[in-house]
Every structure is written in structure tokens, then in C-alpha cells.
């Protein structure tokens, strides 16, 4: 049974991921099918450094680092800001599409994992906290869980 909680919970964390850098939300794990260095194709490397200025800043919200990615890729327009839009789409169809198969999933589960389930993605798409606050808080979450789920 916890093998498919945390199947369902890994599906829901990865599924409503923003891009956050070239490790993923708080450094845990992949990134994106298109990260940073494909982003980073046709950029100054000065652009390159305020790319990565917004990727590594660990202070910066969820929200904050979106906003500023889109302003970024937005300001600098043409072929570059192109890509990261086009990379947004896919992201968010990824995204349905993974949160459809973990429905699917949790259909069978008990009440109590369907709460945990619900209570982890409310924590995951919760975009005024920092990536590492939403790893601190889903951790919490798991480590408070009964052993029951």
C-alpha cells in the first residue's frame, strides 16, 4: 500500500512542478524535459547568468521564480522566448495528463491515503511557498501520516 501512495504522490508532485532548475524543485530531482541548457541555446552569457541568477534563488517562491522566468524569456522576445513558451505548453499538458493517470491510481485507495494524497498536492500547488518549504511541509506530512496508509 505505501508503494502506491508514494507512486501516486511522486506522480502528483512531478505532475504540478514548475520548472525550477536543472535539478527540479529544491534540488529533488530531474528537471524538465526541456531544462536550463536547452533554454540556455541563443542567450549572451550574460543572459545566461541572470538565467541562472532566477534558477538558484533559493529565497524566491514558486510564483516568484514562474513570474520571473516568464518576464526574463518575455524580454528577451524572438526564437528564445519562443521556446520557453512553446516548453510551458508541454509542461502543462504533461501536467493534465499525469494528474488523470494519478486520479486513476488513487481511485481504489483508502479514505486516509486519498487525504494524504489531497493534503500533498494542496502543499505542492500552494505557489507562495519556496521549493524548500514544500519539500519541509510534504515531509512533515509523510512523517506525521499513520503507518496504516
Known amino acids: 500500500m505505501f508503494k502506491t501512495i508514494f507512486a501516486v504522490?511522486?506522480?502528483v508532485a512531478v505532475s504540478a512542478m514548475p520548472m525550477m532548475g536543472p535539478v527540479g524543485?529544491?534540488?529533488?530531482?530531474p528537471g524538465p524535459i526541456m531544462g536550463p541548457k536547452e533554454l540556455e541555446n541563443g542567450l549572451t552569457e550574460e543572459q545566461k547568468t541572470q538565467l541562472?541568477?532566477?534558477?538558484?534563488?533559493?529565497?524566491?517562491?514558486?510564483?516568484?521564480k514562474q513570474d520571473s522566468l516568464?518576464?526574463?524569456?518575455?524580454?528577451?522576445?524572438?526564437?528564445?522566448?519562443?521556446n520557453f513558451n512553446e516548453m510551458q505548453s508541454k509542461m502543462e499538458s504533461m501536467k493534465s495528463?499525469?494528474?488523470?493517470?494519478?486520479?486513476?491510481?488513487?481511485?481504489?485507495?483508502?479514505?486516509s491515503a486519498k487525504s494524504?494524497?489531497?493534503q500533498m498536492k494542496a502543499i505542492h500547488e500552494n505557489m507562495s511557498l519556496t521549493p524548500a518549504q514544500e519539500h519541509e511541509q510534504i515531509k512533515a506530512l509523510f512523517d506525521g501520516a499513520s503507518d496504516e496508509i
Do not use: R, Y
Open 116 to 118: 494524504l494524497i489531497t
Open 97 to 111: 495528463e499525469m494528474e488523470n493517470k494519478a486520479s486513476e491510481a488513487t481511485a481504489n485507495l483508502s479514505d
Open 52 to 64: 541562472h541568477t532566477i534558477l538558484e534563488n533559493d529565497s524566491a517562491t514558486k510564483q516568484q
Open 9 to 11: 504522490a511522486f506522480i
Open 70 to 82: 516568464k518576464s526574463f524569456f518575455d524580454g528577451i522576445g524572438g526564437d528564445v522566448s519562443t
Open 25 to 29: 524543485p529544491g534540488g529533488m530531482g
